[in-house]
C-alpha cells in the first residue's frame, strides 16, 4: 500500500470506528479522521475521538459541528429517554428513538465532501450490520447508494480523477469478532466510549443498547472490558 495514499475516516471514539482506525493505519494509509460535535446528549465520545486520534497519529483530526438538536427525533439529540435493559432481540424489534434521523447521511456527505478536497478515494466508516440495533443507515444496501451517488455528484468523480470508495470493513463482523480484530492491531479499548447515556463524569450507565452490545462483545470474546461503568 502506498503511504501516501489519502483515507478519510470517520471517528465516533466508539469501539466499531476505533477498529477500523486500527485497520486504515495497518494499510498505512496517511489518515484524515473525522468527529461531529452534532447537538448529541454528551461530548464525552468526542474527547474519546481527539484521545484516539492522537494515540492512533492521524494526519489530521477535525471535529465539525452541526447541530442537529432543533431537528430533534431521537433520544441522542432530544428529550427522548434512552432505552435501557433491552435484550439484543428487542433491540431490532423496531427502529428505535436512538436512530438520529438521516445521520450517516449527514456525516458520509461531509467525509465526501473533505474527501475530495484531499484528494482521497477512500472514506471508512464503521458501520456493522450484524450486532446493531436497527439503524437503516448501517446497511449494505444503504452504503452502496451512498457510494454510487458520490460518484455522481462531485466534480472529482465526474471529470474521471478517480472513483470513491466506501469502505465497509465491519460490516458483516459480530462484536466478539470486531474486539478480537482490534486487539489483535493493539487497540486500547480503555481509551473507547460507547456509552448513549453515560453520568456526569463520563461513566457508562451499563444499560443502554451500546452498553449491552459492548458488555455482550467483550463477554463473548473471552476478554475483559475496560470500561469503567456506574456502579
Known sequence: MNKNKKAVVLSSGGLDSTTVLAMVREK?????SLSFSYGQRHDFELKAAQTIAAAMQ????LITRIDLSPIGGSALTDAIPVPKSRNPSQMTDEIPVTY?????TIFLSYALAWAEVL??????????????SGYPDCRPEYIQAFETMANLATKAAVEGKGRFCIHTPLIDMS??????????????Y?????????????????????CVLRKNGFA??????????TP
Open 28 to 32: 498505512a494509509y496517511d489518515i484524515f
Open 58 to 61: 492521524v494526519k489530521k483530526h
Open 100 to 104: 438520529v434521523p438521516a445521520r450517516n
Open 119 to 132: 484528494g482521497a478515494w477512500d472514506i471508512f466508516i464503521g458501520v456493522n450490520a450484524v450486532d446493531y
Open 175 to 188: 462484536k466478539a469478532q470486531i474486539i478480537q480484530a482490534g486487539l489483535s492491531l493493539g487497540v486500547d
Open 190 to 210: 480503555g481509551l473507547t466510549h460507547s456509552c448513549y447515556d453515560p453520568d456526569a463524569d463520563g461513566l457508562a450507565c451499563g444499560h443502554c443498547d451500546a
Open 220 to 229: 463473548a470474546a473471552g476478554v475483559p472490558d475496560p470500561t469503567i461503568y
